[in-house]
């Protein structure tokens, strides 16, 4: 079951016509970089699913295959395609056999890596770039926000295990490197919990700081823009010290990366653990997050209207998920202590940005010939309590310290993530 290859793969061009074929770089004697067509192949990985009736799976729908051979491009050999039955709601999951190749890496290059919260969104993306590089990974996460079925390609692999485990607990393992990333980040999935966000920011970063301390590992923590709050200084630097209301319903989440941050540097000084701190903008997401950009591009591709929170003039700036990776994997291989901002300049107000999206998605319609029943509308609902007025990084440290700077512009990274949610919505599982 071939997918079909009568169809134009997606190029994302740079900032000067040129294709992009891989993300990552070679620096601070780091290897990050990974072909870019390989990584498009494992997104669809376990998600990878057809319809078809029981009688006919071998006989599938060929306009999702070429949903699919868009997005991926090729590596057809490490593809597993499960199959959904809509008459009986069922589906027939296919496992792996055999992986994607990894770098053989000599053991004293080879670093065991924790990810916590390896299985959201970004911990995925930063998973599977570790394991290509032929890291050894461990994921724990609790699968509240995050799926297996975002690292389940992995499952089996000699490199890799996961483990379901919620960071409050303690958490025993010998290994190098620390990545800190648990703990939900949209705001309606971060407020469902409250006081369990804070004690994952406060427990969690403790126990992962404990870690780090009895294994000298390096420990990298995800921080966010939500610690400078509703910000009365523009762009963001990171000797900003915030605007956060400390009792109000973002404070679980602001507050508790505020504490988290105290702590990390409490260990530094105190117990000497190498630390490094990245203060996270927002990023493109999964589906089904609660955040504008996926809101966004479901509604439109739906052919629902865009619900803009407030006026729309509240301000963001949006970053691509590559750019992350590469700027997380910069800075824990660095030897930059103080706070990073790691996040994209390009400052949209919500308005222009539902604008934005809405147009791509029509032109990414035109390409394949879909043809709207209507224009989705811009309709307007109330506007969050606390909700940031603006925001935009200043990223002159990352340029400096890390030698990074955001590669894809907002425009590039939506007509990819336009392309993946439409290759998702083709197989049904948004
Ligand atoms: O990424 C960040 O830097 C931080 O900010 C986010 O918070 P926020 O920027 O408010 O994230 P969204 O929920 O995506 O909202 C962005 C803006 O779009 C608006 N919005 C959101 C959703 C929607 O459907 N429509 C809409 O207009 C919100 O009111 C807000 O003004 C999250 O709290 C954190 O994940 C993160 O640490």
Redesign the pocket.
Known sequence: MAPSTNVDPIKTLDKNGQEIKSVGFQRFGFDSEVPIDLLRSLYLRSHYVLSAPVEQVDNVDTKELADHARFTQGLNAYQSKSIYHPETQSISYTTLTRFPPVKLLPPSERKRILVTGGAGFVGSHLVDRLMLLGHEVTVLDNFFTGSKTTIGHWVGHPNFEMVRHDVVEPFMIECDQIYHLACP???PH?QFNAIHTVKTSFMGTLNMLGLAKRTKARFLISS???VYGDPEVHPQHEDYWGHVNPIGP?AC?DEG?RVAETLTYGYHRQDGVEVRVAR????YVNPHD????S??IV?ALRGED?????D?K?T?SFQYIHDLVDGLIALMNSSETRPVNI?NGDEFT?GE??ELVREIVEKVQREDGVVPERRVQIVY?P??ID??QR?RPDTTRAKESLAWQPRWTVRMGLEEMVRYYKAKMAEGSI
């Open positions: 980040a949209s705001p971060y966010t823009s939500e973002r989440y990366k996270i903008f927002n990023t609660g955040r504008v950009v809101n966004f509604q865009l619900t803009v929170y407030g729309g509240q963001r996040g919500i940005f539902a609902k506007i969050p909700d940031p925001r």
